[in-house]
């Protein structure tokens, strides 16, 4: 075994351990390997113990990646910052984008989705704890951004994602992630049909899923911790 598998099924393993402990089926929650750094052999590794999801922060970096594996099998998601001159790239090779917090991002990923691929799935970023200099959309504007762009037609909405600031203690990380499914549960009772709701990452997915979380996105307890990035692949 490798240790890239013997990592990942550790992290399975604590995502089986805290469903249990919240009164939850594992089913219920999947694991997104956050791989941005990391080289196509870490993907590779990754994918021969049994992992399909993927998540990329920086646009180039990502797509040049998807090229090397083309052969493989892959669902790609964004989760990093989407600009107005990136909307092309992420609408032509990912199959999700969970950092939409603007109807002007929506309305380009939509436009500029190649006829040929399916609708692009889509969450939007919330930012739940309110901090000055985080990407997200504040949580009193959810629901109109969440109509805007559920009826865009090259896009499905699929739900919410956020990445709060730590909190001191498990409890007080629960909270911030409960806030967040607060307003997911608003936006399904207001009609809206959502099915993901992405919170938690290495530190924090036990707290995320006794919250509701259904995807948790995990970076360094899969692949250890991350190499110096060339800050021109951008």
Known sequence: MTVIAAQLQAVHARIVAACHAAGRDPAEVRLLAVSKTFGPEAV???HAAGQTAFGENYIHEAVDKMAALAGLPLQ?????????????????HFAWAQTVDRLKIAQRLSEQR?????????????????????????????????RAVAVLPRLQLRGLMCIP????DFEAMKAVFLRTHEIYEDLRSAGLALDTLSMGMTADLEAAIHAGSTLVRV????????????????
């Open 44 to 46: 590779r590794a990754a």
């Open 219 to 234: 970076g360094t307890a899969i692949f250890g911790g991350r190499p110096a990035r060339d800050h021109n692949v951008e």
């Open 165 to 168: 600031e730590p909190q001191p």
């Open 114 to 146: 190649p006829a040929g691929l399916p609708p692009l799935q889509v969450c939007l970023q919330v930012n739940v704890d309110g901090g000055a200099t985080k990407s997200g959309v504040a949580p009193a504007d959810v629901l109109a951004l969440a």
């Open 76 to 92: 790609w998601h964004c989760i990093g910052p989407v600009q107005s001159n990136k909307t092309r790239l992420v609408a032509g």
